[in-house]
């Protein structure tokens, strides 16, 4: 309706009242927008904007003052005005001059000048690259063409399925190269703080070609949208591991049995998921009390299967207190994996804190780039 020139009114609009007194002239660029121009025609060479907020409302005697004294050094005005605020645009070769006189009506706000015939020139430029890469392109297109009309189509064949695919769900560059490596097709990437959806699930697997498929979804919380997708996928077999963490996820994975059937395969990796201790090291977002004890934010938290297992104000004291909770009598390995937050030697000095504290044990450091948790443990 508007570029027919009829009258556009939404239903919502608010009706303007006679104190908002909106004057307008039309806009005039003299053709600066056509890049066939030369830079030497662009008479005034500033695009100049700005708003003035004013002192007081302006007479129409004064806007209209106004209007002509910036129509006597320039041209393609646009001027609206309303009690509080004018808002300018104009083309000319001495923004100062505009500045000026606009600040004797109030202070001045959104300043902002472009050259006009740099622009053009630049615009110039770029319409010269464009026609190049156009024409390169078509000339491309036509050998392109040229080539595969003498050549013979072959039709792809479909890859042969392989017996055993993998996916599971991680965050952080170090862990997605840690599962990548022990043989995970397909990463997922979540964690605690963005859960994966069933859907993300099911793209996972439509992307590995596998008939038999094991999901390993690191959380508790993101079980359930496992098994829904185990259940929507109907032309693979999909065996979800109930995995809480990425420890136990790696112990499932060096388990496997590439001879070994399914369900075999299934029984074996769940059992292992009984015998990884995980911890997780992180930080207090609130003041809280939980089990009794009084957590401020800020604090650093070492968290196990069963809870809060350390409270302290230093990262790697908090891990070693929560490593020394979970450690027991079958402890035979303990790996760390240091997140985003943790330098190397801040690591380093952890791995060599714990082989001073844990002298019979073999300790395992891994960089796993995650975000939330400083370190993720695991006693094995």
Request: aromatic share 6%.
């Amino acid at each position: 309706m508007a570029l027919k020139g009829n009258e556009v009114i939404p239903a919502d609009a608010p009706t303007v009242t006679a104190s908002a007194r909106p004057t307008f002239r039309e806009i005039d660029f003299s053709g600066s927008s056509n890049d066939s121009i030369s830079t030497a025609d662009i008479k005034f060479t500033y695009c100049t904007e700005f708003i003035i907020m004013l002192n007081s409302p302006l007479s129409d005697k004064e806007v209209d003052s106004f209007k002509e004294y910036l129509l006597s050094i320039g041209d393609s005005l646009v001027c609206v005005a309303d009690d509080e605020l004018v808002k300018v645009h104009v083309h000319t070769n001495h923004p100062g001059l505009a500045f000026e006189k606009a600040l004797t009506y109030g202070a001045l706000t959104n300043m902002k000048i472009d050259n006009m015939k740099e622009e053009h020139g630049e615009r110039i430029s770029l319409a010269d690259e464009r026609n190049k890469a156009k024409e390169q392109d078509e000339a491309f297109k036509k050998i392109k063409l040229e080539l595969s009309s003498k050549q013979k189509a072959v039709p792809e064949e479909p890859a042969e399925k392989k017996k055993y695919g993998f996916v599971a769900v991680a965050a952080g560059e170090g862990l997605t190269a840690i599962l990548n490596d022990i043989g995970i097709d397909s990463i997922i990437s979540g964690g605690q703080t963005m859960n994966p959806s069933t859907d993300d699930f099911l793209s996972a697997i439509e992307k590995v070609n596998a008939e038999n498929i094991f999901v390993f979804p690191n959380n508790k919380n993101i079980i359930l949208s496992a098994n829904q997708a185990a259940e929507i996928c109907q032309d693979k077999n999909v065996i979800v591991i109930p995995s809480t963490s990425i420890p136990q996820s790696v112990s499932a994975m060096i388990e496997f049995d590439a001879e070994s059937e399914p369900d075999e395969n299934k029984e074996t990796m769940e059992k292992v998921l009984e015998t990884v201790k995980t911890g997780e090291v992180t930080y207090a977002v609130r003041d809280t009390v939980i089990d009794g004890r009084e957590i401020h934010k800020g604090n650093i938290m070492g968290i196990d299967g069963k809870g809060i297992s350390a409270v302290g104000q230093n990262i790697n004291d908090t891990t070693i207190q929560l490593i020394k909770n979970m450690v027991d009598e079958d402890a035979g390995l303990i790996t760390v994996y240091y997140g985003a937050d943790i330098k190397d030697e801040e690591a380093l000095g952890l791995k060599e804190s714990l082989e001073k504290g844990f002298p019979d044990l073999e300790i395992d450091l891994h960089n796993g780039g995650q975000p939330v948790y400083y370190y993720i443990v695991s006693v094995e």
